[in-house]
Every structure is written in structure tokens, then in C-alpha cells.
């Protein structure tokens, strides 16, 4: 009996589930290419996880009405009321622009935001973790030209024993954040963009990050993307996280 009825019960959710793909899908074919976009980008594994987080406002999880409204529009690429009709840099303001203007350090806050979470979570689970260490001089190691080869070079996060129980064993982390609705973009999908941020940093880091300690590996942040030395699944450092977290 328990058998059957559990059959009957995932049949029943298979069939509910095709169903709301199947208008899901009807619905999509409806939205302008700019709203089809957003809902691609919305249906992003983990894009729709800061609705269902717990409000802990030590963590800034908690939303005012203000806030969260303004996150809905900006998640569907909505403008929000009241905005202001030009930009300090005297172009016309809208959300486009905003997320992709360099007036007002706005891009580097959000950089730093992810960046410093990211650091905090991973200071609760290995050692030596320390943000945007530099980098050690190169002796003059053959490199493409693409590679980073800067004095001043630095990566965003660095962290002991993640990938190993190594202790010496260190990887290290890089953000970008970008704006994946911004015009130069839209010629391309969701994923091409993430391939492409992933790729440059790809080229301006992983033949130079082996240069550095030992076992050394780089873990690339570009928006909501992520891929290590081997580039594979872009969640698997939240898995791994999670697993030491738990």
C-alpha cells in the first residue's frame, strides 16, 4: 500500500511539474527580449534564494518595503519610481546605467560586499584567510601576455587547506561583478557572458597564481559564476563550503 501510494504521489508531482514547464514556457514566449532575459538570469540556480532567507538583519538579510521593492524591479529590469533623471556624469539615469557607471564608487561597493561576505564565510572554516593579498614578484617567468604580471598584483581572497586538509596548501579567490542586462551584452546569453568574464580572468591569473605558494589554485567570482583550476561545476565552492560549514 505504501508503495503504491508513493508511486501515485511522484507520478501526480511529475505530471504537475511538466504542466508548469509547459506554461511556463507559453508565458516566456510572451516577454519582450529584455523582460525574457531577466526571467533567464532570475531562474539561475540560487538567484531566487534571497527570497526565502531568513530575515537575520545582523546579516543584512533583512529587507525594508523600500528595499525589497526596489530588488523586484531590479530583478526584472524595471526602473524604480522616483529616480532621478540624470546622472552625476550627465547621462540620462536609468537601472542600465547605473549598475554599469563608474561615477560614484558604486561598483566597487558591490564588488567589496561580495568579496567581504565571501571572506567572513570562508574565515569561519580555514586558516590563514586574508583579503586582496599581493602577490609574490615574478623572476622573470615566461608568460603570455595576458597574464597579470603587475608589481602591484593582488587577488581578492586567499585561503588555507579549501580544497585539501593541507594546511600550506592555499587557494586563492577572485570577484568580478558585472551587469549582465548592460547593452554590450545583450547580442549574447546569460551564459556566454559568464564564460566570457571567466575567460579573462582565467587568462590574467591561472598561469600566474602557480608561481606563488605551494598548491596554490585559483577560484574565479565573475557575478554569480564560478569555476576553480579544473572549471567545473560553477556551484561547487558553495558545495564545499557548505560541507565544511555543516
Do not use: M
Not at 503504491?4 to 508565458?27: G, H, I, P, Y
Not at 531568513?54 to 529587507?63: H, Q
Not at 525594508?64 to 530588488?71: E, I, M, Q, T, V
Not at 589554485?217 to 579544473?230: A, D, E, K, N
Amino acid at each position: 500500500v505504501f508503495s503504491a501510494q508513493r508511486n501515485a504521489f511522484v507520478e501526480t508531482r511529475r505530471v504537475k511539474t511538466l504542466d508548469l514547464n509547459e506554461r511556463s514556457a507559453a508565458t516566456k514566449i510572451k516577454l519582450s527580449p529584455q523582460l525574457q532575459r531577466a526571467v533567464a538570469a532570475a531562474e539561475d540556480k540560487g538567484a531566487s534564494s534571497w527570497l526565502t532567507a531568513l530575515p537575520i538583519s545582523e546579516l543584512g538579510f533583512s529587507l525594508s518595503k523600500a528595499d525589497f521593492r526596489d530588488a523586484i524591479h531590479l530583478r526584472y529590469g524595471w526602473n524604480p519610481p522616483r529616480l532621478p533623471s540624470q546622472c552625476v556624469c550627465g547621462s540620462s539615469f536609468t537601472v542600465d546605467h547605473a549598475l554599469c557607471c563608474s561615477h560614484g564608487g558604486y561598483l566597487g561597493i558591490r564588488h567589496n560586499e561580495v568579496r567581504d561576505l565571501l571572506g567572513l564565510l570562508l574565515d569561519e572554516t580555514c586558516p590563514n584567510v586574508s583579503l586582496e593579498p599581493p602577490l609574490l614578484p615574478l623572476n622573470d617567468e615566461p608568460l603570455p601576455a595576458s597574464s597579470n604580471t603587475a608589481p602591484e598584483a593582488r587577488v581578492d581572497i586567499k585561503a588555507g587547506a579549501f580544497w585539501s586538509e593541507r594546511r600550506h596548501e592555499c587557494a586563492f579567490f577572485d570577484v568580478r561583478v558585472f551587469h549582465p542586462h548592460a547593452r554590450s551584452y545583450r547580442c549574447r546569453t546569460i551564459q556566454q557572458v559568464y564564460r566570457t568574464q571567466e575567460q579573462e580572468k582565467r587568462r590574467a591569473y591561472e598561469l600566474v597564481t602557480p608561481h606563488q605558494e605551494r598548491g596554490q589554485r585559483l577560484f574565479h567570482f565573475p557575478g554569480v559564476q564560478f569555476s576553480r583550476r579544473r572549471w567545473s561545476c560553477r556551484h561547487c565552492f558553495f558545495e564545499a563550503l557548505g560541507q565544511q560549514n555543516s
